[in-house]
């Protein structure tokens, strides 16, 4: 029997890999710990909730004392540490909430880890899962030609250079937990993976808040000229390479997690819309009109690209999806699960969506 505690598994990536477990793995008793903040949600995880090897506790990752207890009640062996506050453009509002989850409620999580196993190593581990946006931005030196839309990737050997207040909690995050590997011995692994897609992702950002926009014809709102390139991996691959991973990965280790799928977000919104009005019977094309360019997100990184090499070179694990299924699935699941989307975006969230994006 091996506890495993997985942190933020109500929110959109924990709540697969949350499913994954308690499916995959019935002789592991998995306890899942959520704040349930603006981004956590049980619903996430009907299906499984009911499992015997399933248990849910409400718990803020930054309550130091809770997490020491916890770890006690439950004889924690593994951590999957997810819990993080996600959201770019929040970042930019309100750093302080970003530094307190991402900075001090990791550490809070690694010291009660380390207090919890007191040096005894064995059958331990400590897996933080963390972004490419560690890495900073890279250029873009082939704007007009197909993707790749640069020559560079992002390694694990590339220097951290983050530059939203996101990704520099992200990264300091991340140096907490190789210091500790480094420090006291703890058995630890991170990884940085690209953006994801997929169900339950909260409706904020870019591809379930365009989805939906376009079910409801509102526009749909691009920052700056649409130029800017991402490296997009379906949720459930992200996933299965953590069980991976978690599993196999070299402690003290880092693998960066990718599809080496780029898009830029003008060419991916173009996609989701004629996924959309296919899928909805309209005529193609309807919805190009909703395309707004709004300014710019202060900062915005140009591109993100990951090098995934080293994890299909050692640990075996590529992408099961290609792009065209996984936004497929990712439109239907949307349009098919309406009242799920509708629970967040009505009422309270939508006046404090129009609040947070007023000056666009
Ligand atoms: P999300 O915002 O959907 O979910 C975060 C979850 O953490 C929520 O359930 C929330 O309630 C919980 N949480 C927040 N603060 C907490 C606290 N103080 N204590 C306990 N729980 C708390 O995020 P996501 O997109 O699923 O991302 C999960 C992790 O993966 C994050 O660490 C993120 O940095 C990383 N990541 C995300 C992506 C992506 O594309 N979404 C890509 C790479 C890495
Ligand atoms: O790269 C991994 C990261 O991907 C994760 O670490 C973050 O948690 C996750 O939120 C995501 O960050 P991004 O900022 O790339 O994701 P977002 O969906 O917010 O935006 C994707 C791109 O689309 C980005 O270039 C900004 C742009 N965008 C976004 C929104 C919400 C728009 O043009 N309009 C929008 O309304």
């Known amino acids: 029997m091996k506890n495993i505690l997985i942190t933020g598994g109500a929110g959109f990536i924990g709540s697969h890999v ?37 248990t849910f506790i409400k718990a803020d990752i930054c309550d130091f004392e809770k997490m020491c207890a916890l770890m006690q009640e439950y004889d924690i062996d593994g951590v999957l540490h997810l819990a993080a506050e996600s ?36 059958g331990k581990r400590f897996y933080h899962i963390s972004t490419d946006e560690v890495y900073g931005a890279l250029e873009l030196d082939n704007p007009e030609g197909d993707a790749p839309y640069g020559s560079e990737f992002f390694l694990e050997t590339t220097k951290y250079n983050p530059h939203s207040p996101y990704s520099a909690s992200k990264a300091s995050s991340d140096h907490f ?21 997929g169900p339950y992702q909260f409706p904020e950002k870019l591809i379930p808040l365009f989805i939906n926009n376009i079910r409801q014809g509102k526009p749909l709102p691009v920052y700056g000229k649409g130029e800017n390139v991402r490296d997009w991996l379906y949720v459930v691959d992200h996933a299965r390479a953590i069980d991976i991973i978690f599993h196999q990965g070299k402690i003290g280790d880092t693998y960066n997690i990718g599809g080496f799928n780029e898009w830029k977000n003008i060419d991916i919104v173009k996609v ?40 299909k070179n050692e640990l075996g694990w590529e992408p099961s999806l290609q792009f065209e299924e996984g ?13 799920w989307m509708d629970n967040i975006t009505s009422g309270e969230y939508e006046k404090y969506y129009q609040e947070m994006y007023k000056d666009r």
């Open 18 to 54: 949350v499913r994954l477990f308690v499916n995959k793995y019935p002789e592991y008793r998995i306890i899942n710990l959520d704040a349930l903040t603006y981004a956590g949600n049980l619903a996430n995880l009907k299906d499984i909730e009911d499992k015997p090897n399933y």
């Open 272 to 311: 989701v819309i004629r996924t959309v009005d296919r899928l909805l019977g309209n005529p193609e094309g309807t919805s190009e009109k909703l395309i707004t360019y709004v300014t710019d997100r202060a900062g915005h990184d140009l591109r993100y690209a990951i090098d995934s090499t080293k994890l």
């Open 327 to 339: 936004i497929e699935l990712t439109v239907r699941w949307y349009l098919e699960n309406q009242e």
């Open 87 to 122: 959201h770019v453009d929040r970042s930019i509002k309100d750093p302080f909430t970003f530094a307190r989850t991402n900075v001090m409620g990791t550490l809070s999580l690694l010291q009660a880890a380390r207090q919890y196993w007191n040096g005894n190593w064995d």
């Open 177 to 197: 937990v190789r210091a500790y590997h480094d420090t006291y011995g703890m058995p630890t692994v991170v990884t940085n993976c690209s953006n994801n897609y």
